[in-house]
C-alpha cells in the first residue's frame, strides 16, 4: 500500500499540551500505518472536491433525515443511497469539506475503489482512519508506539479494528465517513457490523456517514432500525445538475458565443442527463468540443448526435479518441488494462515507459506520454501528480463486461477486458520490462560484457552476526564489497522499474491458470545466471544464494510458484520432478514461502508431494508460524490437518551469533503466542479442535493477557477449557486483569472464574538480560492494582467493579505480604504526586478497603 509523503507539519493538533506525543513522533506512528495520501491534490477526495460546482450538494443538510442524524441522540449512523453516476462520492466530499469547516472535533473518511487494491479493502479504510484519529487520541498513541518494532503485516485486521475502537474511547465526538461501500472488497461484512455497532453505541457523540448504490448485501449487514437512510432522488439531484452546468457554460470560453442559447442548451443536458451527473458532465465535454467551430447552432441536431446512456456515451468516446494520432484499439486495451488492473494508481510517466518497452514498432517513441494521455480522452483523468485513473467505476464495469454481454459486443464496439487475461498480459509485461535491461548497468547489457553475478550476492538475514559484524567494521575498518548498482538511479531512468519489480507477482497470482505459454515466460526470468533475476531477488527475496560466488541457495522455480500463489505452475513442476525439499538461502522450503503469503492451495499440493509441514527455515521459523503472523486461518487449517501441533515451537533465534543485551529473545516462541498477541481470532477458531486441554490453557491465558476479548469469548464458546485456566503459573484472569481488559474479565467471570485463586506467575524471558522475578500468591485484584493508571483509570474501576461482584477479597494479601490498598500506596509510579491523583488508592478506599491494615511482617 503507498505511503504517504504528508509530514508532521500537516497536523492540526487540538491542543498539544494535551497529546500524549509530539507531532514529530505521531508522524512516525502514521509512517508505520501506511495509509493513503489522502489529502493529496491527487487524492479521492480532493479529486471529487474539485468536481463540485459552487453551492452545489449541501442541500441534503436541509433534509429532515440529516437533521435526524446529524442532531438526534438516537441516531448515529447516515446511509446515503444513489444510482450509479448520481454524484454520491462528490456528495460525500463536500460534506467532508462542510463538516471540516464548521465542527470542532475530528472528521475521518475514506473513498473505497474497486480498482485500486490501496483503495478497496476494509484493512485500507482502518489504515486511515487510525492515521487521521492519532493526532486526537493519545490513547491511540500509547497503544501504537510499542508496536513500532514489528511490522504492520504481521498486525491483523482485527487488531487493527480494536486500536480504533480503543483509540475512539476517548475522543469526546467524531464523524466518520465512508464513501462507495459497494466498491469495498467482499470481506466487508464484520467491519461493517463493527462500525455500525460503535455508531448504535455511542450514537450521541459517534456519527457514520456512509453512501452506496444500492445494494442487497449491504441492505442485509446493515438492518439496524435506528440507520438514517436518504435516497438521491432525481428531482433532488437535478437542482445541483442546472447549477454544475450553469457553472460549466460560464466558466467555458467556447461557449461565450452561444450565450443567448444558454438555457435551452443546459435544459437539453439536463433532461437527457435523467439525474446522473457523470451522464451531464461527459455530455457536455461533447458538447463544447461540437461546438467549436463556426457553424451554426441547431439544438435538435446537436441533441440528435449525443449518445444515449453511458454505455452509448463510452463507447462513441473511445471510437472518437481513436481518430488522434497513433491512438489504436490496441493502445487503447493496453492502457486500461493497466489502468482498472493496476496493485495501485500508475503514473502517466509509468505508463509510457512501459509502452516504449513493450511496444517498440511505435514510430514516434517521444510521443509515449501524449499518446497515452490522448488515447482514451476525458475518459481517463490525469491527476495533479500524473496520476491515472477511469473517470467512473461506471466506466470500470463497461470495460469488464459487467453491463454487456460479449455475445452483444460487435465488431464496431470496443472490446470487453477480461480481468484474467489482463493480469496475464500485465504479468507478462512486468517480466518483459525486467529483463529489458532495466536492472543492468550501461557496462552489463553488451551481449560481449562478461558480469560477475557474484557482485549481486547479498548474505542471508539469519547469517548476520551484528558482533562480528560490528569488530570487523568499526576495528579492522573492512568493508563488504556491495554491488554497485543503485536502484534509485535505475528507477530514474525506467520509471516503471518499481511497479514491475514489486508486482509481477501480484498479477501472477491473479492468473493462477494453465498456460505453457505463461510458464515459459516466468522460467526465462527465473534464471540462476541472469543479473536481472538475481538483483530482482535481492529487492524482493532478501538475499540471493547461502555463499558468495555459489549457486546454492537461489531459490527454485518451485519457491517463485510457492511466493506467487501459482498452484497450476507448481503442480506443473512437481509433475516434473521439482524438489518440495530444496531450500533457499534463508533455508526456507517452498512450503515456506507459500504460507507466508497465504496461499493454501499451493501449501497443500506441496504437502500431498510429501513436504515437510513443520520444516524450520534459517530463524527456526516454521510454515505454521508465518501463517499464524499474518492470520491466514486457511493455511494454518491445512497445516494443522497434516499433523502440525498448534504449539510447535521456533527452534532458533532470528539470527546467528550470541545476542545483544536488550535483544528480543524469541527462540521457544510458538503459534499459539503469535495468534494470541495478534488478535488472529480465525487463526485461534481454526486452532481449537487440534489443541490439547494444556495447550487450550496456554491458548486461552495468552488472549487474556494481550487483550483480545473477541478471541477468549471465541475460546470459551468453542472448547471445554476451563475459565480458571493456567499458563506460566498465572490465571487467565489474572492476565485480564493485567490489561486492564474489562470485555475479557466480563468473559471470564460471567464463565464462572475463581476471582481469588492465586498465581505463581514465572514469565518467560523474552529480552536477553536477567530473568523476570517470579509472582508470589497473588489474585486478580493484586495485578489489577499494579496495572492501574490514569489512562486506564475509567476500564480499572469497571474490572474493580466486576471483580467485587464477584467476590473478590480486598483485604487478601499476596506472597510478599501486602494487599492491594499497600501496593497503591507503595507504588514508585506515585512518589511524584503532581503527576498522579492515586487513582487505584482512592477507589480502593471508597469500595472499604481497610485503611488501618499493615504489610504482613512489617510494622508500616
Not at 461557449?255 to 461527459?282: C, P, T, W
Not at 495501485?344 to 512501459?354: C, F, K, Q, V, Y
Amino acid at each position: 500500500m503507498p505511503k504517504s509523503a504528508n509530514t508532521a507539519d500537516e497536523y492540526d493538533f487540538v491542543d498539544h499540551q494535551d497529546t500524549a506525543l509530539s507531532p514529530e513522533a505521531v508522524a512516525e506512528l502514521r509512517e508505520w500505518l501506511q495509509p493513503t495520501d489522502y489529502l493529496a491534490e491527487s487524492s479521492e477526495y480532493r479529486r471529487h472536491l474539485l468536481s463540485q460546482a459552487p453551492g452545489t450538494g449541501l442541500w441534503i443538510c436541509e433534509t429532515e433525515e440529516y437533521r435526524k442524524w446529524h442532531e438526534s441522540p438516537d441516531h448515529g449512523s447516515l446511509w446515503i443511497k444513489g444510482v450509479p453516476g448520481a454524484g454520491k462520492s462528490v456528495m460525500a466530499a463536500s460534506l467532508i469539506q462542510h463538516l471540516r469547516t464548521t465542527e470542532s472535533c475530528p472528521v475521518l473518511f475514506f473513498f473505497f475503489r474497486n480498482i485500486v487494491a490501496a483503495n478497496f479493502s476494509p484493512r485500507a479504510l482502518i489504515q486511515d482512519w487510525l492515521a487521521q484519529l492519532l493526532p486526537h487520541s493519545p490513547k491511540l498513541q500509547f497503544a501504537l508506539q510499542s508496536r513500532l518494532q514489528d511490522s504492520l503485516d504481521d498486525t491483523s485486521d482485527n487488531e487493527l479494528i480494536q486500536l480504533f475502537l480503543d483509540g475512539v474511547s476517548c475522543v469526546p465526538k467524531l464523524y466518520c465517513v465512508g464513501d462507495a461501500l459497494d466498491e469495498m472488497s467482499t470481506d466487508s461484512t464484520p467491519i461493517l457490523e463493527r462500525l455500525n455497532g460503535l455508531a448504535t453505541h455511542r450514537p450521541r457523540t459517534l456519527k457514520l456517514l456512509m453512501t452506496s448504490r444500492p445494494s442487497r448485501t449491504l441492505q442485509s449487514t446493515l438492518r439496524d432500525s435506528s440507520i438514517v437512510h436518504i435516497s438521491l432522488q432525481q428531482r433532488l439531484v437535478d437542482v445541483d445538475i442546472h447549477s454544475y452546468l450553469n457553472h460549466r457554460f460560464d466558466n467555458a470560453p467556447t461557449l461565450e458565443r452561444h450565450r443567448e442559447a444558454k438555457k435551452d442548451l443546459i435544459n437539453m443536458v439536463a433532461e437527457k442527463s435523467q439525474g446522473l451527473f457523470l451522464y451531464a458532465k461527459l455530455t457536455m465535454d461533447q458538447v463544447e468540443d461540437s461546438l467549436q467551430s463556426d457553424a451554426a447552432l441547431n439544438i435538435e441536431d446537436l441533441e440528435a448526435s449525443l449518445p444515449v446512456g453511458l454505455e452509448q456515451t463510452y463507447t462513441s468516446m473511445l471510437e472518437k479518441q481513436r481518430a488522434e494520432p497513433g491512438v489504436t484499439t490496441d493502445v487503447q486495451v493496453l492502457t486500461l488494462e493497466a489502468v482498472i488492473h493496476a496493485s495501485r494508481p500508475l503514473r502517466l510517466n509509468e505508463l509510457a515507459s512501459l509502452l516504449k518497452c513493450v511496444r517498440p514498432d511505435i514510430t514516434q517513441p517521444s510521443a509515449f506520454k501524449s499518446l497515452i494521455a490522448t488515447s482514451c480522452g476525458p475518459l481517463i483523468e490525469i491527476l495533479e501528480d500524473e496520476t491515472l485513473q477511469v473517470i467512473h467505476h461506471s466506466f470500470t464495469e463497461f470495460l469488464r463486461g459487467d453491463t454487456r454481454s460479449a455475445s452483444t459486443v460487435g465488431a464496431s464496439d470496443f472490446p470487453i477486458i477480461d480481468s484474467l487475461q489482463a493480469h496475464k498480459h500485465m504479468a507478462m509485461n512486468c517480466l518483459i520490462y525486467l529483463q529489458s535491461g532495466s536492472l543492468l548497468l550501461e557496462s552489463e547489457q553488451s551481449k560481449n560484457s562478461a558480469v560477475d553475478p557474484s557482485v549481486t550476492f547479498e548474505t542471508p538475514r539469519h547469517k548476520v552476526d551484528r558482533d562480528a559484524w560490528h569488530y570487523r567494521h568499526e576495528h579492522l575498518g573492512l568493508r563488504d564489497e556491495h554491488d554497485v548498482f543503485e536502484y534509485r538511479s535505475a528507477r530514474l531512468r525506467h520509471p516503471f522499474l518499481s511497479y514491475a519489480v514489486e508486482n509481477w507477482p501480484y498479477h501472477a497470482s491473479n492468473y493462477d491458470v494453465d498456460d505453457n505459454e505463461f510458464f515459459k515466460t516466468i522460467v526465462e526470468f527465473l534464471n540462476s545466471k541472469s543479473l536481472s533475476f538475481l538483483r530482482w531477488l535481492v529487492l524482493e527475496w532478501g538475499s540471493t544464494s547461502s555463499d558468495k560466488g555459489s549457486l546454492k541457495g537461489i531459490p527454485t522455480s518451485l519457491h517463485i510458484a510457492a511466493f506467487a500463489g501459482l498452484t497450476q505452475f507448481a503442480s506443473q513442476l512437481l509433475k516434473q520432478g521439482a524438489s518440495v525439499s530444496a531450500v533457499d538461502a534463508q533455508e526456507r522450503v517452498p512450503l515456506h514461502w507459500a504460507a507466508t503469503n497465504g496461499h493454501d492451495k499451493v501449501a497443500a499440493l506441496l504437502i500431498q508431494y510429501g513436504a515437510n509441514p513443520d520444516a524450520e527455515d534459517g530463524r527456526g521459523l516454521k510454515p505454521i508460524h508465518l501463517a499464524t503472523l499474518k492470520n491466514y486461518a486457511k493455511v494454518v487449517t491445512v497445516l494443522l490437518e497434516a499433523g502440525v501441533k498448534p504449539n510447535t515451537i521456533k527452534t532458533r533465534e532470528n539470527r546467528e551469533g550470541r545476542l545483544l543485551g536488550g535483544e528480543r529473545v524469541t527462540k521457544g516462541e510458538c503459534s499459539i503466542y503469535y495468534a494470541s498477541r495478534g488478535g488472529h481470532t480465525e487463526v485461534i477458531t481454526a486452532m481449537i479442535p487440534f489443541c490439547e486441554p494444556q495447550m487450550l490453557e496456554q491458548l486461552l491465558c495468552q488472549c487474556c493477557q494481550y487483550g483480545r476479548a473477541d478471541a477468549v469469548e471465541a475460546i470459551l464458546n468453542n472448547s471445554p477449557v476451563s475459565p480458571n485456566a493456567t499458563y506460566e503459573g498465572a490465571t487467565a484472569l489474572y492476565f485480564a486483569c493485567a490489561m486492564p481488559d474489562v470485555k475479557g474479565v466480563e468473559g471470564l467471570t460471567r464463565a464462572g472464574a475463581d476471582v481469588n485463586k492465586v498465581s505463581q506467575w514465572q514469565p518467560r524471558r523474552r529480552m536477553n538480560g536477567p530473568r523476570p522475578q517470579k509472582r508470589e500468591d497473588a489474585t486478580p485484584l493484586h495485578r489489577l492494582v499494579e496495572a492501574w493508571e490514569d489512562k486506564n483509570d475509567s476500564d480499572s474501576q469497571e474490572v474493580l467493579r466486576m471483580l467485587l461482584k464477584a467476590g473478590a477479597d480486598l483485604e487478601r494479601f499476596d506472597g510478599r505480604g501486602k494487599n492491594p490498598l499497600i501496593i497503591s500506596a507503595q507504588d514508585p509510579r506515585y512518589s511524584d504526586e503532581s503527576r498522579n491523583d492515586l487513582p487505584a488508592l482512592k477507589a480502593l478506599v471508597r469500595a472499604g478497603a481497610n485503611v488501618n491494615e499493615r504489610c504482613r511482617g512489617s510494622s508500616s
